[in-house]
C-alpha cells in the first residue's frame, strides 16, 4: 500500500543490473512487480523460459514475497538458475538460502553490476563453477569479496525495458524518473547500512556523464536517489552549471542532511534556479540526546540552523524523526507538539535494527519477531517502555495529528 500512496521509485538498481548484463552479450526482460500482478511475472515465464532469473531485494519487508515467488519459477521452470540480489539480502544472504530451500540457488551480495556480469559468464560454462564468482554466495561456500563498480561513468540504466514509465512517484513529483549523482555515505548513523555496504566508499558520477543521461530522460520530475546529496560542493555546482548550460528543465526532489545543507548553500541556492521544489531532511531527533544515540554527528543547533535555510529556498521540506520504542507518553507528546509548531511535513519512523546496522548488531538479540514483512519502519519490532497497545495507540495519535496538519 505504501507504494501506491506515498512513493513508487523506478527500479534504477535493476535498469542497472539489466544493462549489465545485455552489455555481456544476454538477452534481458524486466518486470517491475510493484506496478504490476504476480500473474504477469509466471505469464513472463511460461512464454519467455529464461534460463535465469535474479530478483532484486532492497528492502528486507519485500524477502518473504521474494521467496514465495522463487518457489513457484522453481515449481515452473525446475532448470532455471535462480539468484537473489539487493542492499538488504546483502548482509543476510545464507539466511535467505536456507528460508528458500533450494528455491534460490545463490545471493548475489554487494553491486549488482559487477556481480550479476560474473555469474552470468560462469554460468554460459559447460560445468559451471561458482566458487570464483566475486560476490556469489551458496550455503556450501562463499566466492571471493564482490568487486566495486571502478566508475559511475560506465553505468547507464536500461530504461527501456520498463514498461510502465509514467507509474514512478514522489512527492507532488508525478511522474518521476530517477538518478544517481553519486554513491555511498562517509557518515556512519548506527541505524543506516549504507556506510557498512560500501566500505566508506564514496565516488560521483561526472558532470559530463551526468548531464548526458539526465538529457535523456523524458520523465519532467527526477528523484537523486544519493543517500546524501551534494556532499561536495564543487561536484554540487560544476553538475547545476553543466544541466544550466544545456539548458535542461526539470523538477527535483532530493534528500540530504543539516551540516551539509548550511556547508554547501550556494550549491542548494543553485539548484533551486534550477527545479528543485522539494528537499528530505533526516533529522531524526529533535534532543541532543537523541543525536547521539543514532551518531548522526550534527548538533540540534546546526539541525534547526539548516531547518530555517531550508525555508529561505521556498521549496516543500520534509523531516524524518526515529520513534523510538523507548518512547513513552510524555515523549510522544513532546514530538507532537514540536511538529505542529513547524510548517514542514514530518514523517515518524520506528527505531528498526536492519541487517548490516550497528543497531542489528547491538540489539538484534531483543528482537520480538523475525517476520520481515514487519520491518516497514511502522511496526516495533523491539521490545517498547509502554505496554505494546498503549505504543501503537501513541504512534496512531501522532500519525493522526501529523496527517490533519498536512491536510490543513
Known amino acids: 500500500m505504501y507504494s501506491k500512496i506515498y512513493l513508487r521509485l523506478e527500479p534504477l538498481g535493476l535498469e542497472l543490473v539489466a544493462a549489465a548484463a545485455r552489455r555481456a552479450g544476454h538477452s534481458v526482460r524486466l518486470i517491475d512487480l510493484q506496478c504490476e500482478p504476480h500473474q504477469n511475472f509466471f505469464r513472463l515465464l511460461k512464454h519467455w523460459q529464461p534460463d535465469v532469473i ?35 539480502v546483502s548482509f543476510i544472504p545464507e539466511e535467505i538460502l536456507r528460508h528458500a530451500a533450494g528455491a534460490v540457488d545463490c545471493v548475489l551480495i554487494g553491486e549488482g553490476e559487477t556481480a550479476i556480469a560474473g555469474l552470468l559468464e560462469a554460468l554460459a560454462q559447460g560445468q559451471p563453477n561458482l566458487k570464483d564468482v566475486p560476490g556469489c ?41 530517477s538518478i544517481e549523482f553519486s554513491r555511498g555515505c562517509p557518515w556512519d548513523c548506527v541505524f543506516c547500512s549504507a556506510w557498512t555496504f560500501y566500505g566508506r566508499n564514496y565516488r560521483v558520477k561526472t558532470p559530463e556523464r551526468a548531464v548526458e543521461e539526465l538529457a535523456q530522460i523524458r520523465e519532467p520530475g527526477i528523484f537523486i536517489v544519493d543517500d546524501v546529496a551534494f556532499i561536495q560542493a564543487e561536484h554540487g555546482m560544476q553538475l547545476g552549471e553543466a544541466i544550466a548550460r544545456r539548458g535542461i528543465r526539470k523538477r527535483y526532489y532530493l ?126 519490532v523491539l521490545p517498547t517502555k509502554l505496554p505494546l497497545p498503549e505504543f501503537y495507540k501513541e504512534l496512531v495519535e501522532t500519525q493522526r495529528v501529523l496527517s490533519r496538519k498536512h491536510l490543513g
Not at 528492502?59 to 518457489?71: C, F, G, K, Q, W
Not at 553505468?155 to 524518473?177: E, N, T, W
Open 137 to 177: 554466495v551458496k550455503l556450501d561456500h562463499r566466492g571471493p569479496p564482490p568487486a566495486f563498480v571502478r566508475s559511475l561513468d560506465d553505468l547507464s540504466p536500461a530504461r527501456d525495458l520498463v514498461q510502465h514509465r509514467r507509474k514512478y512517484f514522489i512527492g507532488q513529483l508525478d511522474p518521476a524518473a
Open 54 to 88: 535474479a530478483f532484486s531485494v532492497n528492502y528486507l519487508a519485500n524477502v518473504p514475497e521474494i521467496i514465495d515467488l522463487a518457489r513457484a519459477a522453481r515449481a515452473l521452470l525446475p532448470e532455471a538458475f535462480i539468484c537473489v540480489g539487493g542492499h538488504s
Open 255 to 380: 534528500e540530504t542532511r543539516g551540516d551539509v545543507l548550511l556547508r554547501n548553500k550556494e550549491v542548494f541556492q543553485l539548484w533551486k534556479r534550477l527545479g528543485l521544489t522539494t528537499m528530505f531532511l533526516g533529522l531524526e531527533a529533535i534532543d541532543e540526546e537523541g543525536l547521539k544515540r543514532y551518531r548522526k554527528r550534527v548538533t540540534l543547533s546546526k539541525n534547526f540552523e539548516a531547518l530555517e535555510f531550508a525555508r529561505s529556498l521556498d521549496i516543500s521540506v520534509a523531516v524524518n524523526i526515529i520513534a523510538d520504542p523507548a518512547w513513552d507518553r510524555e515523549r510522544f507528546k513532546v514530538v507532537r507538539d514540536w511538529c505542529l509548531e513547524i510548517p514542514e511535513v514530518v514523517n515518524i519512523s520506528i527505531n528498526t535494527p536492519y541487517p548490516g546496522t550497528e543497531t542489528w548488531h547491538t540489539e538484534s538479540r531483543r528482537l520480538t519477531t523475525r517476520d520481515y514483512r514487519l520491518f516497514d519502519i511502522q511496526h516495533t
